[in-house]
């Protein structure tokens, strides 16, 4: 399950079935990924829908969700709402970066229920320890994105495996580079190989359309030609290769990463690389080290 109604709370996040979470009225949504929206369409009607900005125009654009029931949060600011009709209870909520996807955000909780965060889908940055909104704070419930969280789930940070896609490129630059990768995600490491080999990236006009409401740099391009770098649907089908003259697929994600289950390591001019918008073993680690919660409640 990738969302919970708060124990003791009317709080939901992450999760759109109404029978699992009757008695919650304040709904939350830290980012737009399909396995975190399940369940919510164009007939939500009865609550309001709390997330980031950006999530909130990817909802209204891809979902048709009612416009009047989304409210955008800023981030790293408190906002205090009521927990009930009467407003006899409040609540603090904080959004924090979450550093997975356009939008994606931390949530930090506060209230008669104690100090609650809740990380969503995230990758862990040194940086996360040092938020102001969470300086001298005792949390007592950490919701965790355990996603990784074994041993042998060890994978270099995001601007080394950055480096190492760059080094691949390089050595490819005369062939057509295909990324395969969902419909939201890794938008950073596109934008970064775009700046770093001066190119457009070649996407779908599906997700050119998305791309519009993501405040992103103008680095990409519907017209296939204009590029060598192409990012296909995951997964790539035999069809989208045949297209190109000598595609090389670059696969950005760690979950391979101590299996040997890997379905792609003997393709020919295949390889996949540990780009993670995850946190490893030994950031969860770090996270929950420097974080101290009292209990943690692991999310998947």
């Known amino acids: 399950m990738n969302g919970t109604a708060i124990q003791d709370t009317p709080i939901a996040v992450d999760i759109w079935t109404r029978r699992v979470c009757l008695k919650s009225r304040l709904f939350f949504l830290s980012h737009a990924h ?3 929206t399940q369940g919510l369409t164009s007939s939500w009607t009865k609550y309001k829908i709390y997330c980031s900005e950006i999530t909130k125009r990817i909802l209204m654009h891809k979902l048709n969700v009612n416009e009047d029931l989304l409210v955008a949060l800023p981030l790293g600011e408190p906002v205090v709402l009521p927990l009930d009709e009467e407003g006899r209870e409040m609540l603090t909520v904080t959004l924090l970066d979450a550093n997975h996807c356009p939008g994606a ?36 419930k950490l919701y965790l994105d355990n996603t990784y969280c074994h041993p042998s789930c060890n994978f270099p940070t995001k601007t080394k495996t950055m480096k190492l896609i760059f080094d691949i ?3 490819r630059l005369g062939d057509d580079i295909i990324i395969p990768l ?13 700046l770093e080999f ?13 791309l519009k409401w993501l405040d992103l740099p103008d680095v990409f391009t519907s017209e296939w030609h204009k590029t060598q770098i192409i990012v296909a649907q995951h997964p790539v089908n035999s069809y989208t290769l045949s297209q190109f003259r000598d595609p090389f697929v670059i696969l950005p994600t760690a979950l391979y990463e101590g299996e040997k289950s890997n379905p792609y390591r003997h393709l020919p001019n295949y390889v996949t690389v540990p780009y993670s918008d995850h946190s490893s073993f030994k950031e969860l680690l770090r996270f929950v080290s420097g974080i101290a919660p009292a209990e943690v409640i692991p999310l998947v």
């Not at 001066?198 to 998305?210: A, D, F, Q, R, Y």
């Open 34 to 36: 399909a396995d975190h």
């Open 105 to 140: 955000v931390m949530f930090l909780f506060e209230g008669y229920f104690g100090t609650i965060l809740y990380t969503g889908d995230f990758r862990f940055k040194p940086a996360m320890l040092l938020h102001e909104s969470l300086k001298g704070k005792q949390i007592d």
């Open 169 to 171: 490129i390089r050595r």
């Open 182 to 194: 969902r419909t939201l995600g890794k938008e950073d490491l596109l934008v970064k190989i775009a």
């Open 198 to 210: 001066n190119c457009w990236i070649g996407v779908t006009p599906k997700k050119m359309e998305l």
